[in-house]
């Protein structure tokens, strides 16, 4: 089950964060947002790398703790999409698949021409289509 999907801009400001538990573990789940840009950070800046791992865009799973497994995702803009999930075994596939679709339905809020680039996602359409998204998760379905 995923608790928390977060889209963070280039200058790591947040511009959409959205918490799917009780209001009690929503500040947990914004610091491990936080803490999961380091990590993001990481594996971008690494010069190690091998070069056809620098193109691609899912990081999968950045790093586990107690309770959350948390996974990435980064736009050839330097967008970072994240996902904070509760289920122990999520496979590669199924988190590829969330965020190509978190993905487009990004692209398709800041493609508004009413919404300023770099500010925060404000729109009610694309927050409802993002609860669609992780409703669909896991279950095998497409939106």
Do not use: W
Not at 7 to 27: M, R
Not at 30 to 56: F, G, M, Q, W
Not at 71 to 100: C, E, H, P, S, W
Request: proline residues 4%; contains cysteine.
């Amino acid at each position: 089950m995923i608790v928390c999907v977060a889209v963070v801009g280039h200058q790591n400001n947040p511009l959409y964060l959205q918490s799917f538990t009780e209001a009690d573990d929503a500040l947990k789940l914004h610091h491990i947002v936080h803490c999961s840009l380091d990590v993001i950070d990481e594996r971008v800046n690494n010069p190690k790398r091998s070069a056809p791992t620098l193109n691609e865009t899912f990081l999968g799973l950045l790093y586990p703790t107690e309770n959350y497994k948390v996974y990435g995702y980064l736009t050839n803009t330097k967008v970072k999409f994240i996902m904070v999930t509760t289920d122990i075994d999520v496979k590669d596939a199924d988190a590829r698949n969330f965020f190509r679709k978190f993905h487009a339905a990004y692209v398709d809020a800041v493609s508004n021409p009413f919404h300023v680039p770099g500010k925060k996602i404000a729109s009610r359409s694309f927050g409802s289509r993002v609860s669609t998204i992780v409703k669909s998760f896991g279950a095998g379905t497409t939106v």
